[in-house]
T-cell receptor, first 118, second 111 residues
Framework: DAGVTQSPTHLIKTRGQQVTLRCSPISGHKSVSWYQQVLGQGPQFIFQ???????GRGNFPDRFSARQFPNYSSELNVNALLLGDSALYLC?????????????????FGSGTRLTVV | GEDVEQSLFLSVREGDSSVINCTYTDSSSTYLYWYKQEPGAGLQLLTY?????DMKQDQRLTVLLNKKDKHLSLRIADTQTGDSAIYFCAGYNTNAGKSTFGDGTTLTVKP
């Protein structure tokens, strides 16, 4: 069974451009969360989606947006890229959100997309 | 706001025990857990503990939670070179639906 898959694995963008990152959750998982991991730091929560609705939002500017599709895959969009947006973007999927046994509901991370803004 | 702090580096000899410490501020964290990240890889869930537990043991891993001091530790027994990685402590707030991570502890295991 495939794990959480993210695409692309790496990309390079220029300041001011827009980027779309994609995430396919584990089959049967309905919740997708996005995290930004800057080099040398821990992941920072960006969004959580469940059943196509936004269920949580971190402290990120409006340049960051996301959506979840009927098949539970998700896209993260970042507009007007800044150099500081360079990071590893991680997607995590789980069966549900707020589940009592979070770990047992398979909160699983993908390998991430490495975004470099030049 | 929420904050999770960890020491940045730990170096041990193969076969010794490793203890990685973490402090957190969010008392609403329902679950606390440890992730392992190897170079170029995503996050691998190692173990977790509910906020109403004091200790959890899972093979070579032992998690201790001191709720009063908001202190969490991960002990790795018989540390191996394959345990070299970055270890992240994180708390999950069910109401907010998000995890707050520390900046990670880089564990180096010397032969």
């Amino acid at each position: 069974d495939a794990g959480v898959t993210q695409s692309p694995t790496h990309l390079i963008k220029t300041r001011g451009q827009q980027v779309t990152l994609r995430c396919s959750p584990i089959s049967g998982h309905k919740s997708v969360s996005w995290y930004q991991q800057v080099l040398g730091q821990g992941p920072q929560f960006i969004f959580q989606y469940y059943e196509k609705e936004e269920r949580g939002r971190g402290n990120f500017p409006d340049r960051f947006s996301a959506r979840q599709f009927p098949n539970y895959s998700s896209e993260l969009n970042v507009n007007a890229l800044l150099l500081g947006d360079s990071a590893l973007y991680l997607c995590a999927s789980s069966l549900e959100t707020g589940a009592p046994l979070l770990a047992n509901y398979g909160y699983t991370f993908g390998s991430g997309t490495r975004l470099t803004v030049v | 706001g929420e904050d999770v702090e960890q020491s940045l580096f730990l170096s041990v000899r193969e076969g010794d025990s490793s203890v990685i410490n973490c402090t957190y501020t969010d008392s609403s964290s329902t679950y606390l857990y440890w992730y392992k990240q190897e170079p170029g890889a995503g996050l691998q869930l190692l173990t977790y503990i509910f906020s109403n537990m004091d200790m959890k043991q899972d093979q070579r891993l032992t998690v201790l939670l001191n709720k009063k001091d908001k202190h969490l530790s991960l002990r790795i027994a018989d540390t191996q070179t394959g345990d070299s990685a970055i270890y992240f402590c994180a708390g999950y707030n069910t109401n907010a639906g998000k995890s707050t991570f520390g900046d990670g502890t880089t564990l180096t295991v010397k032969p």
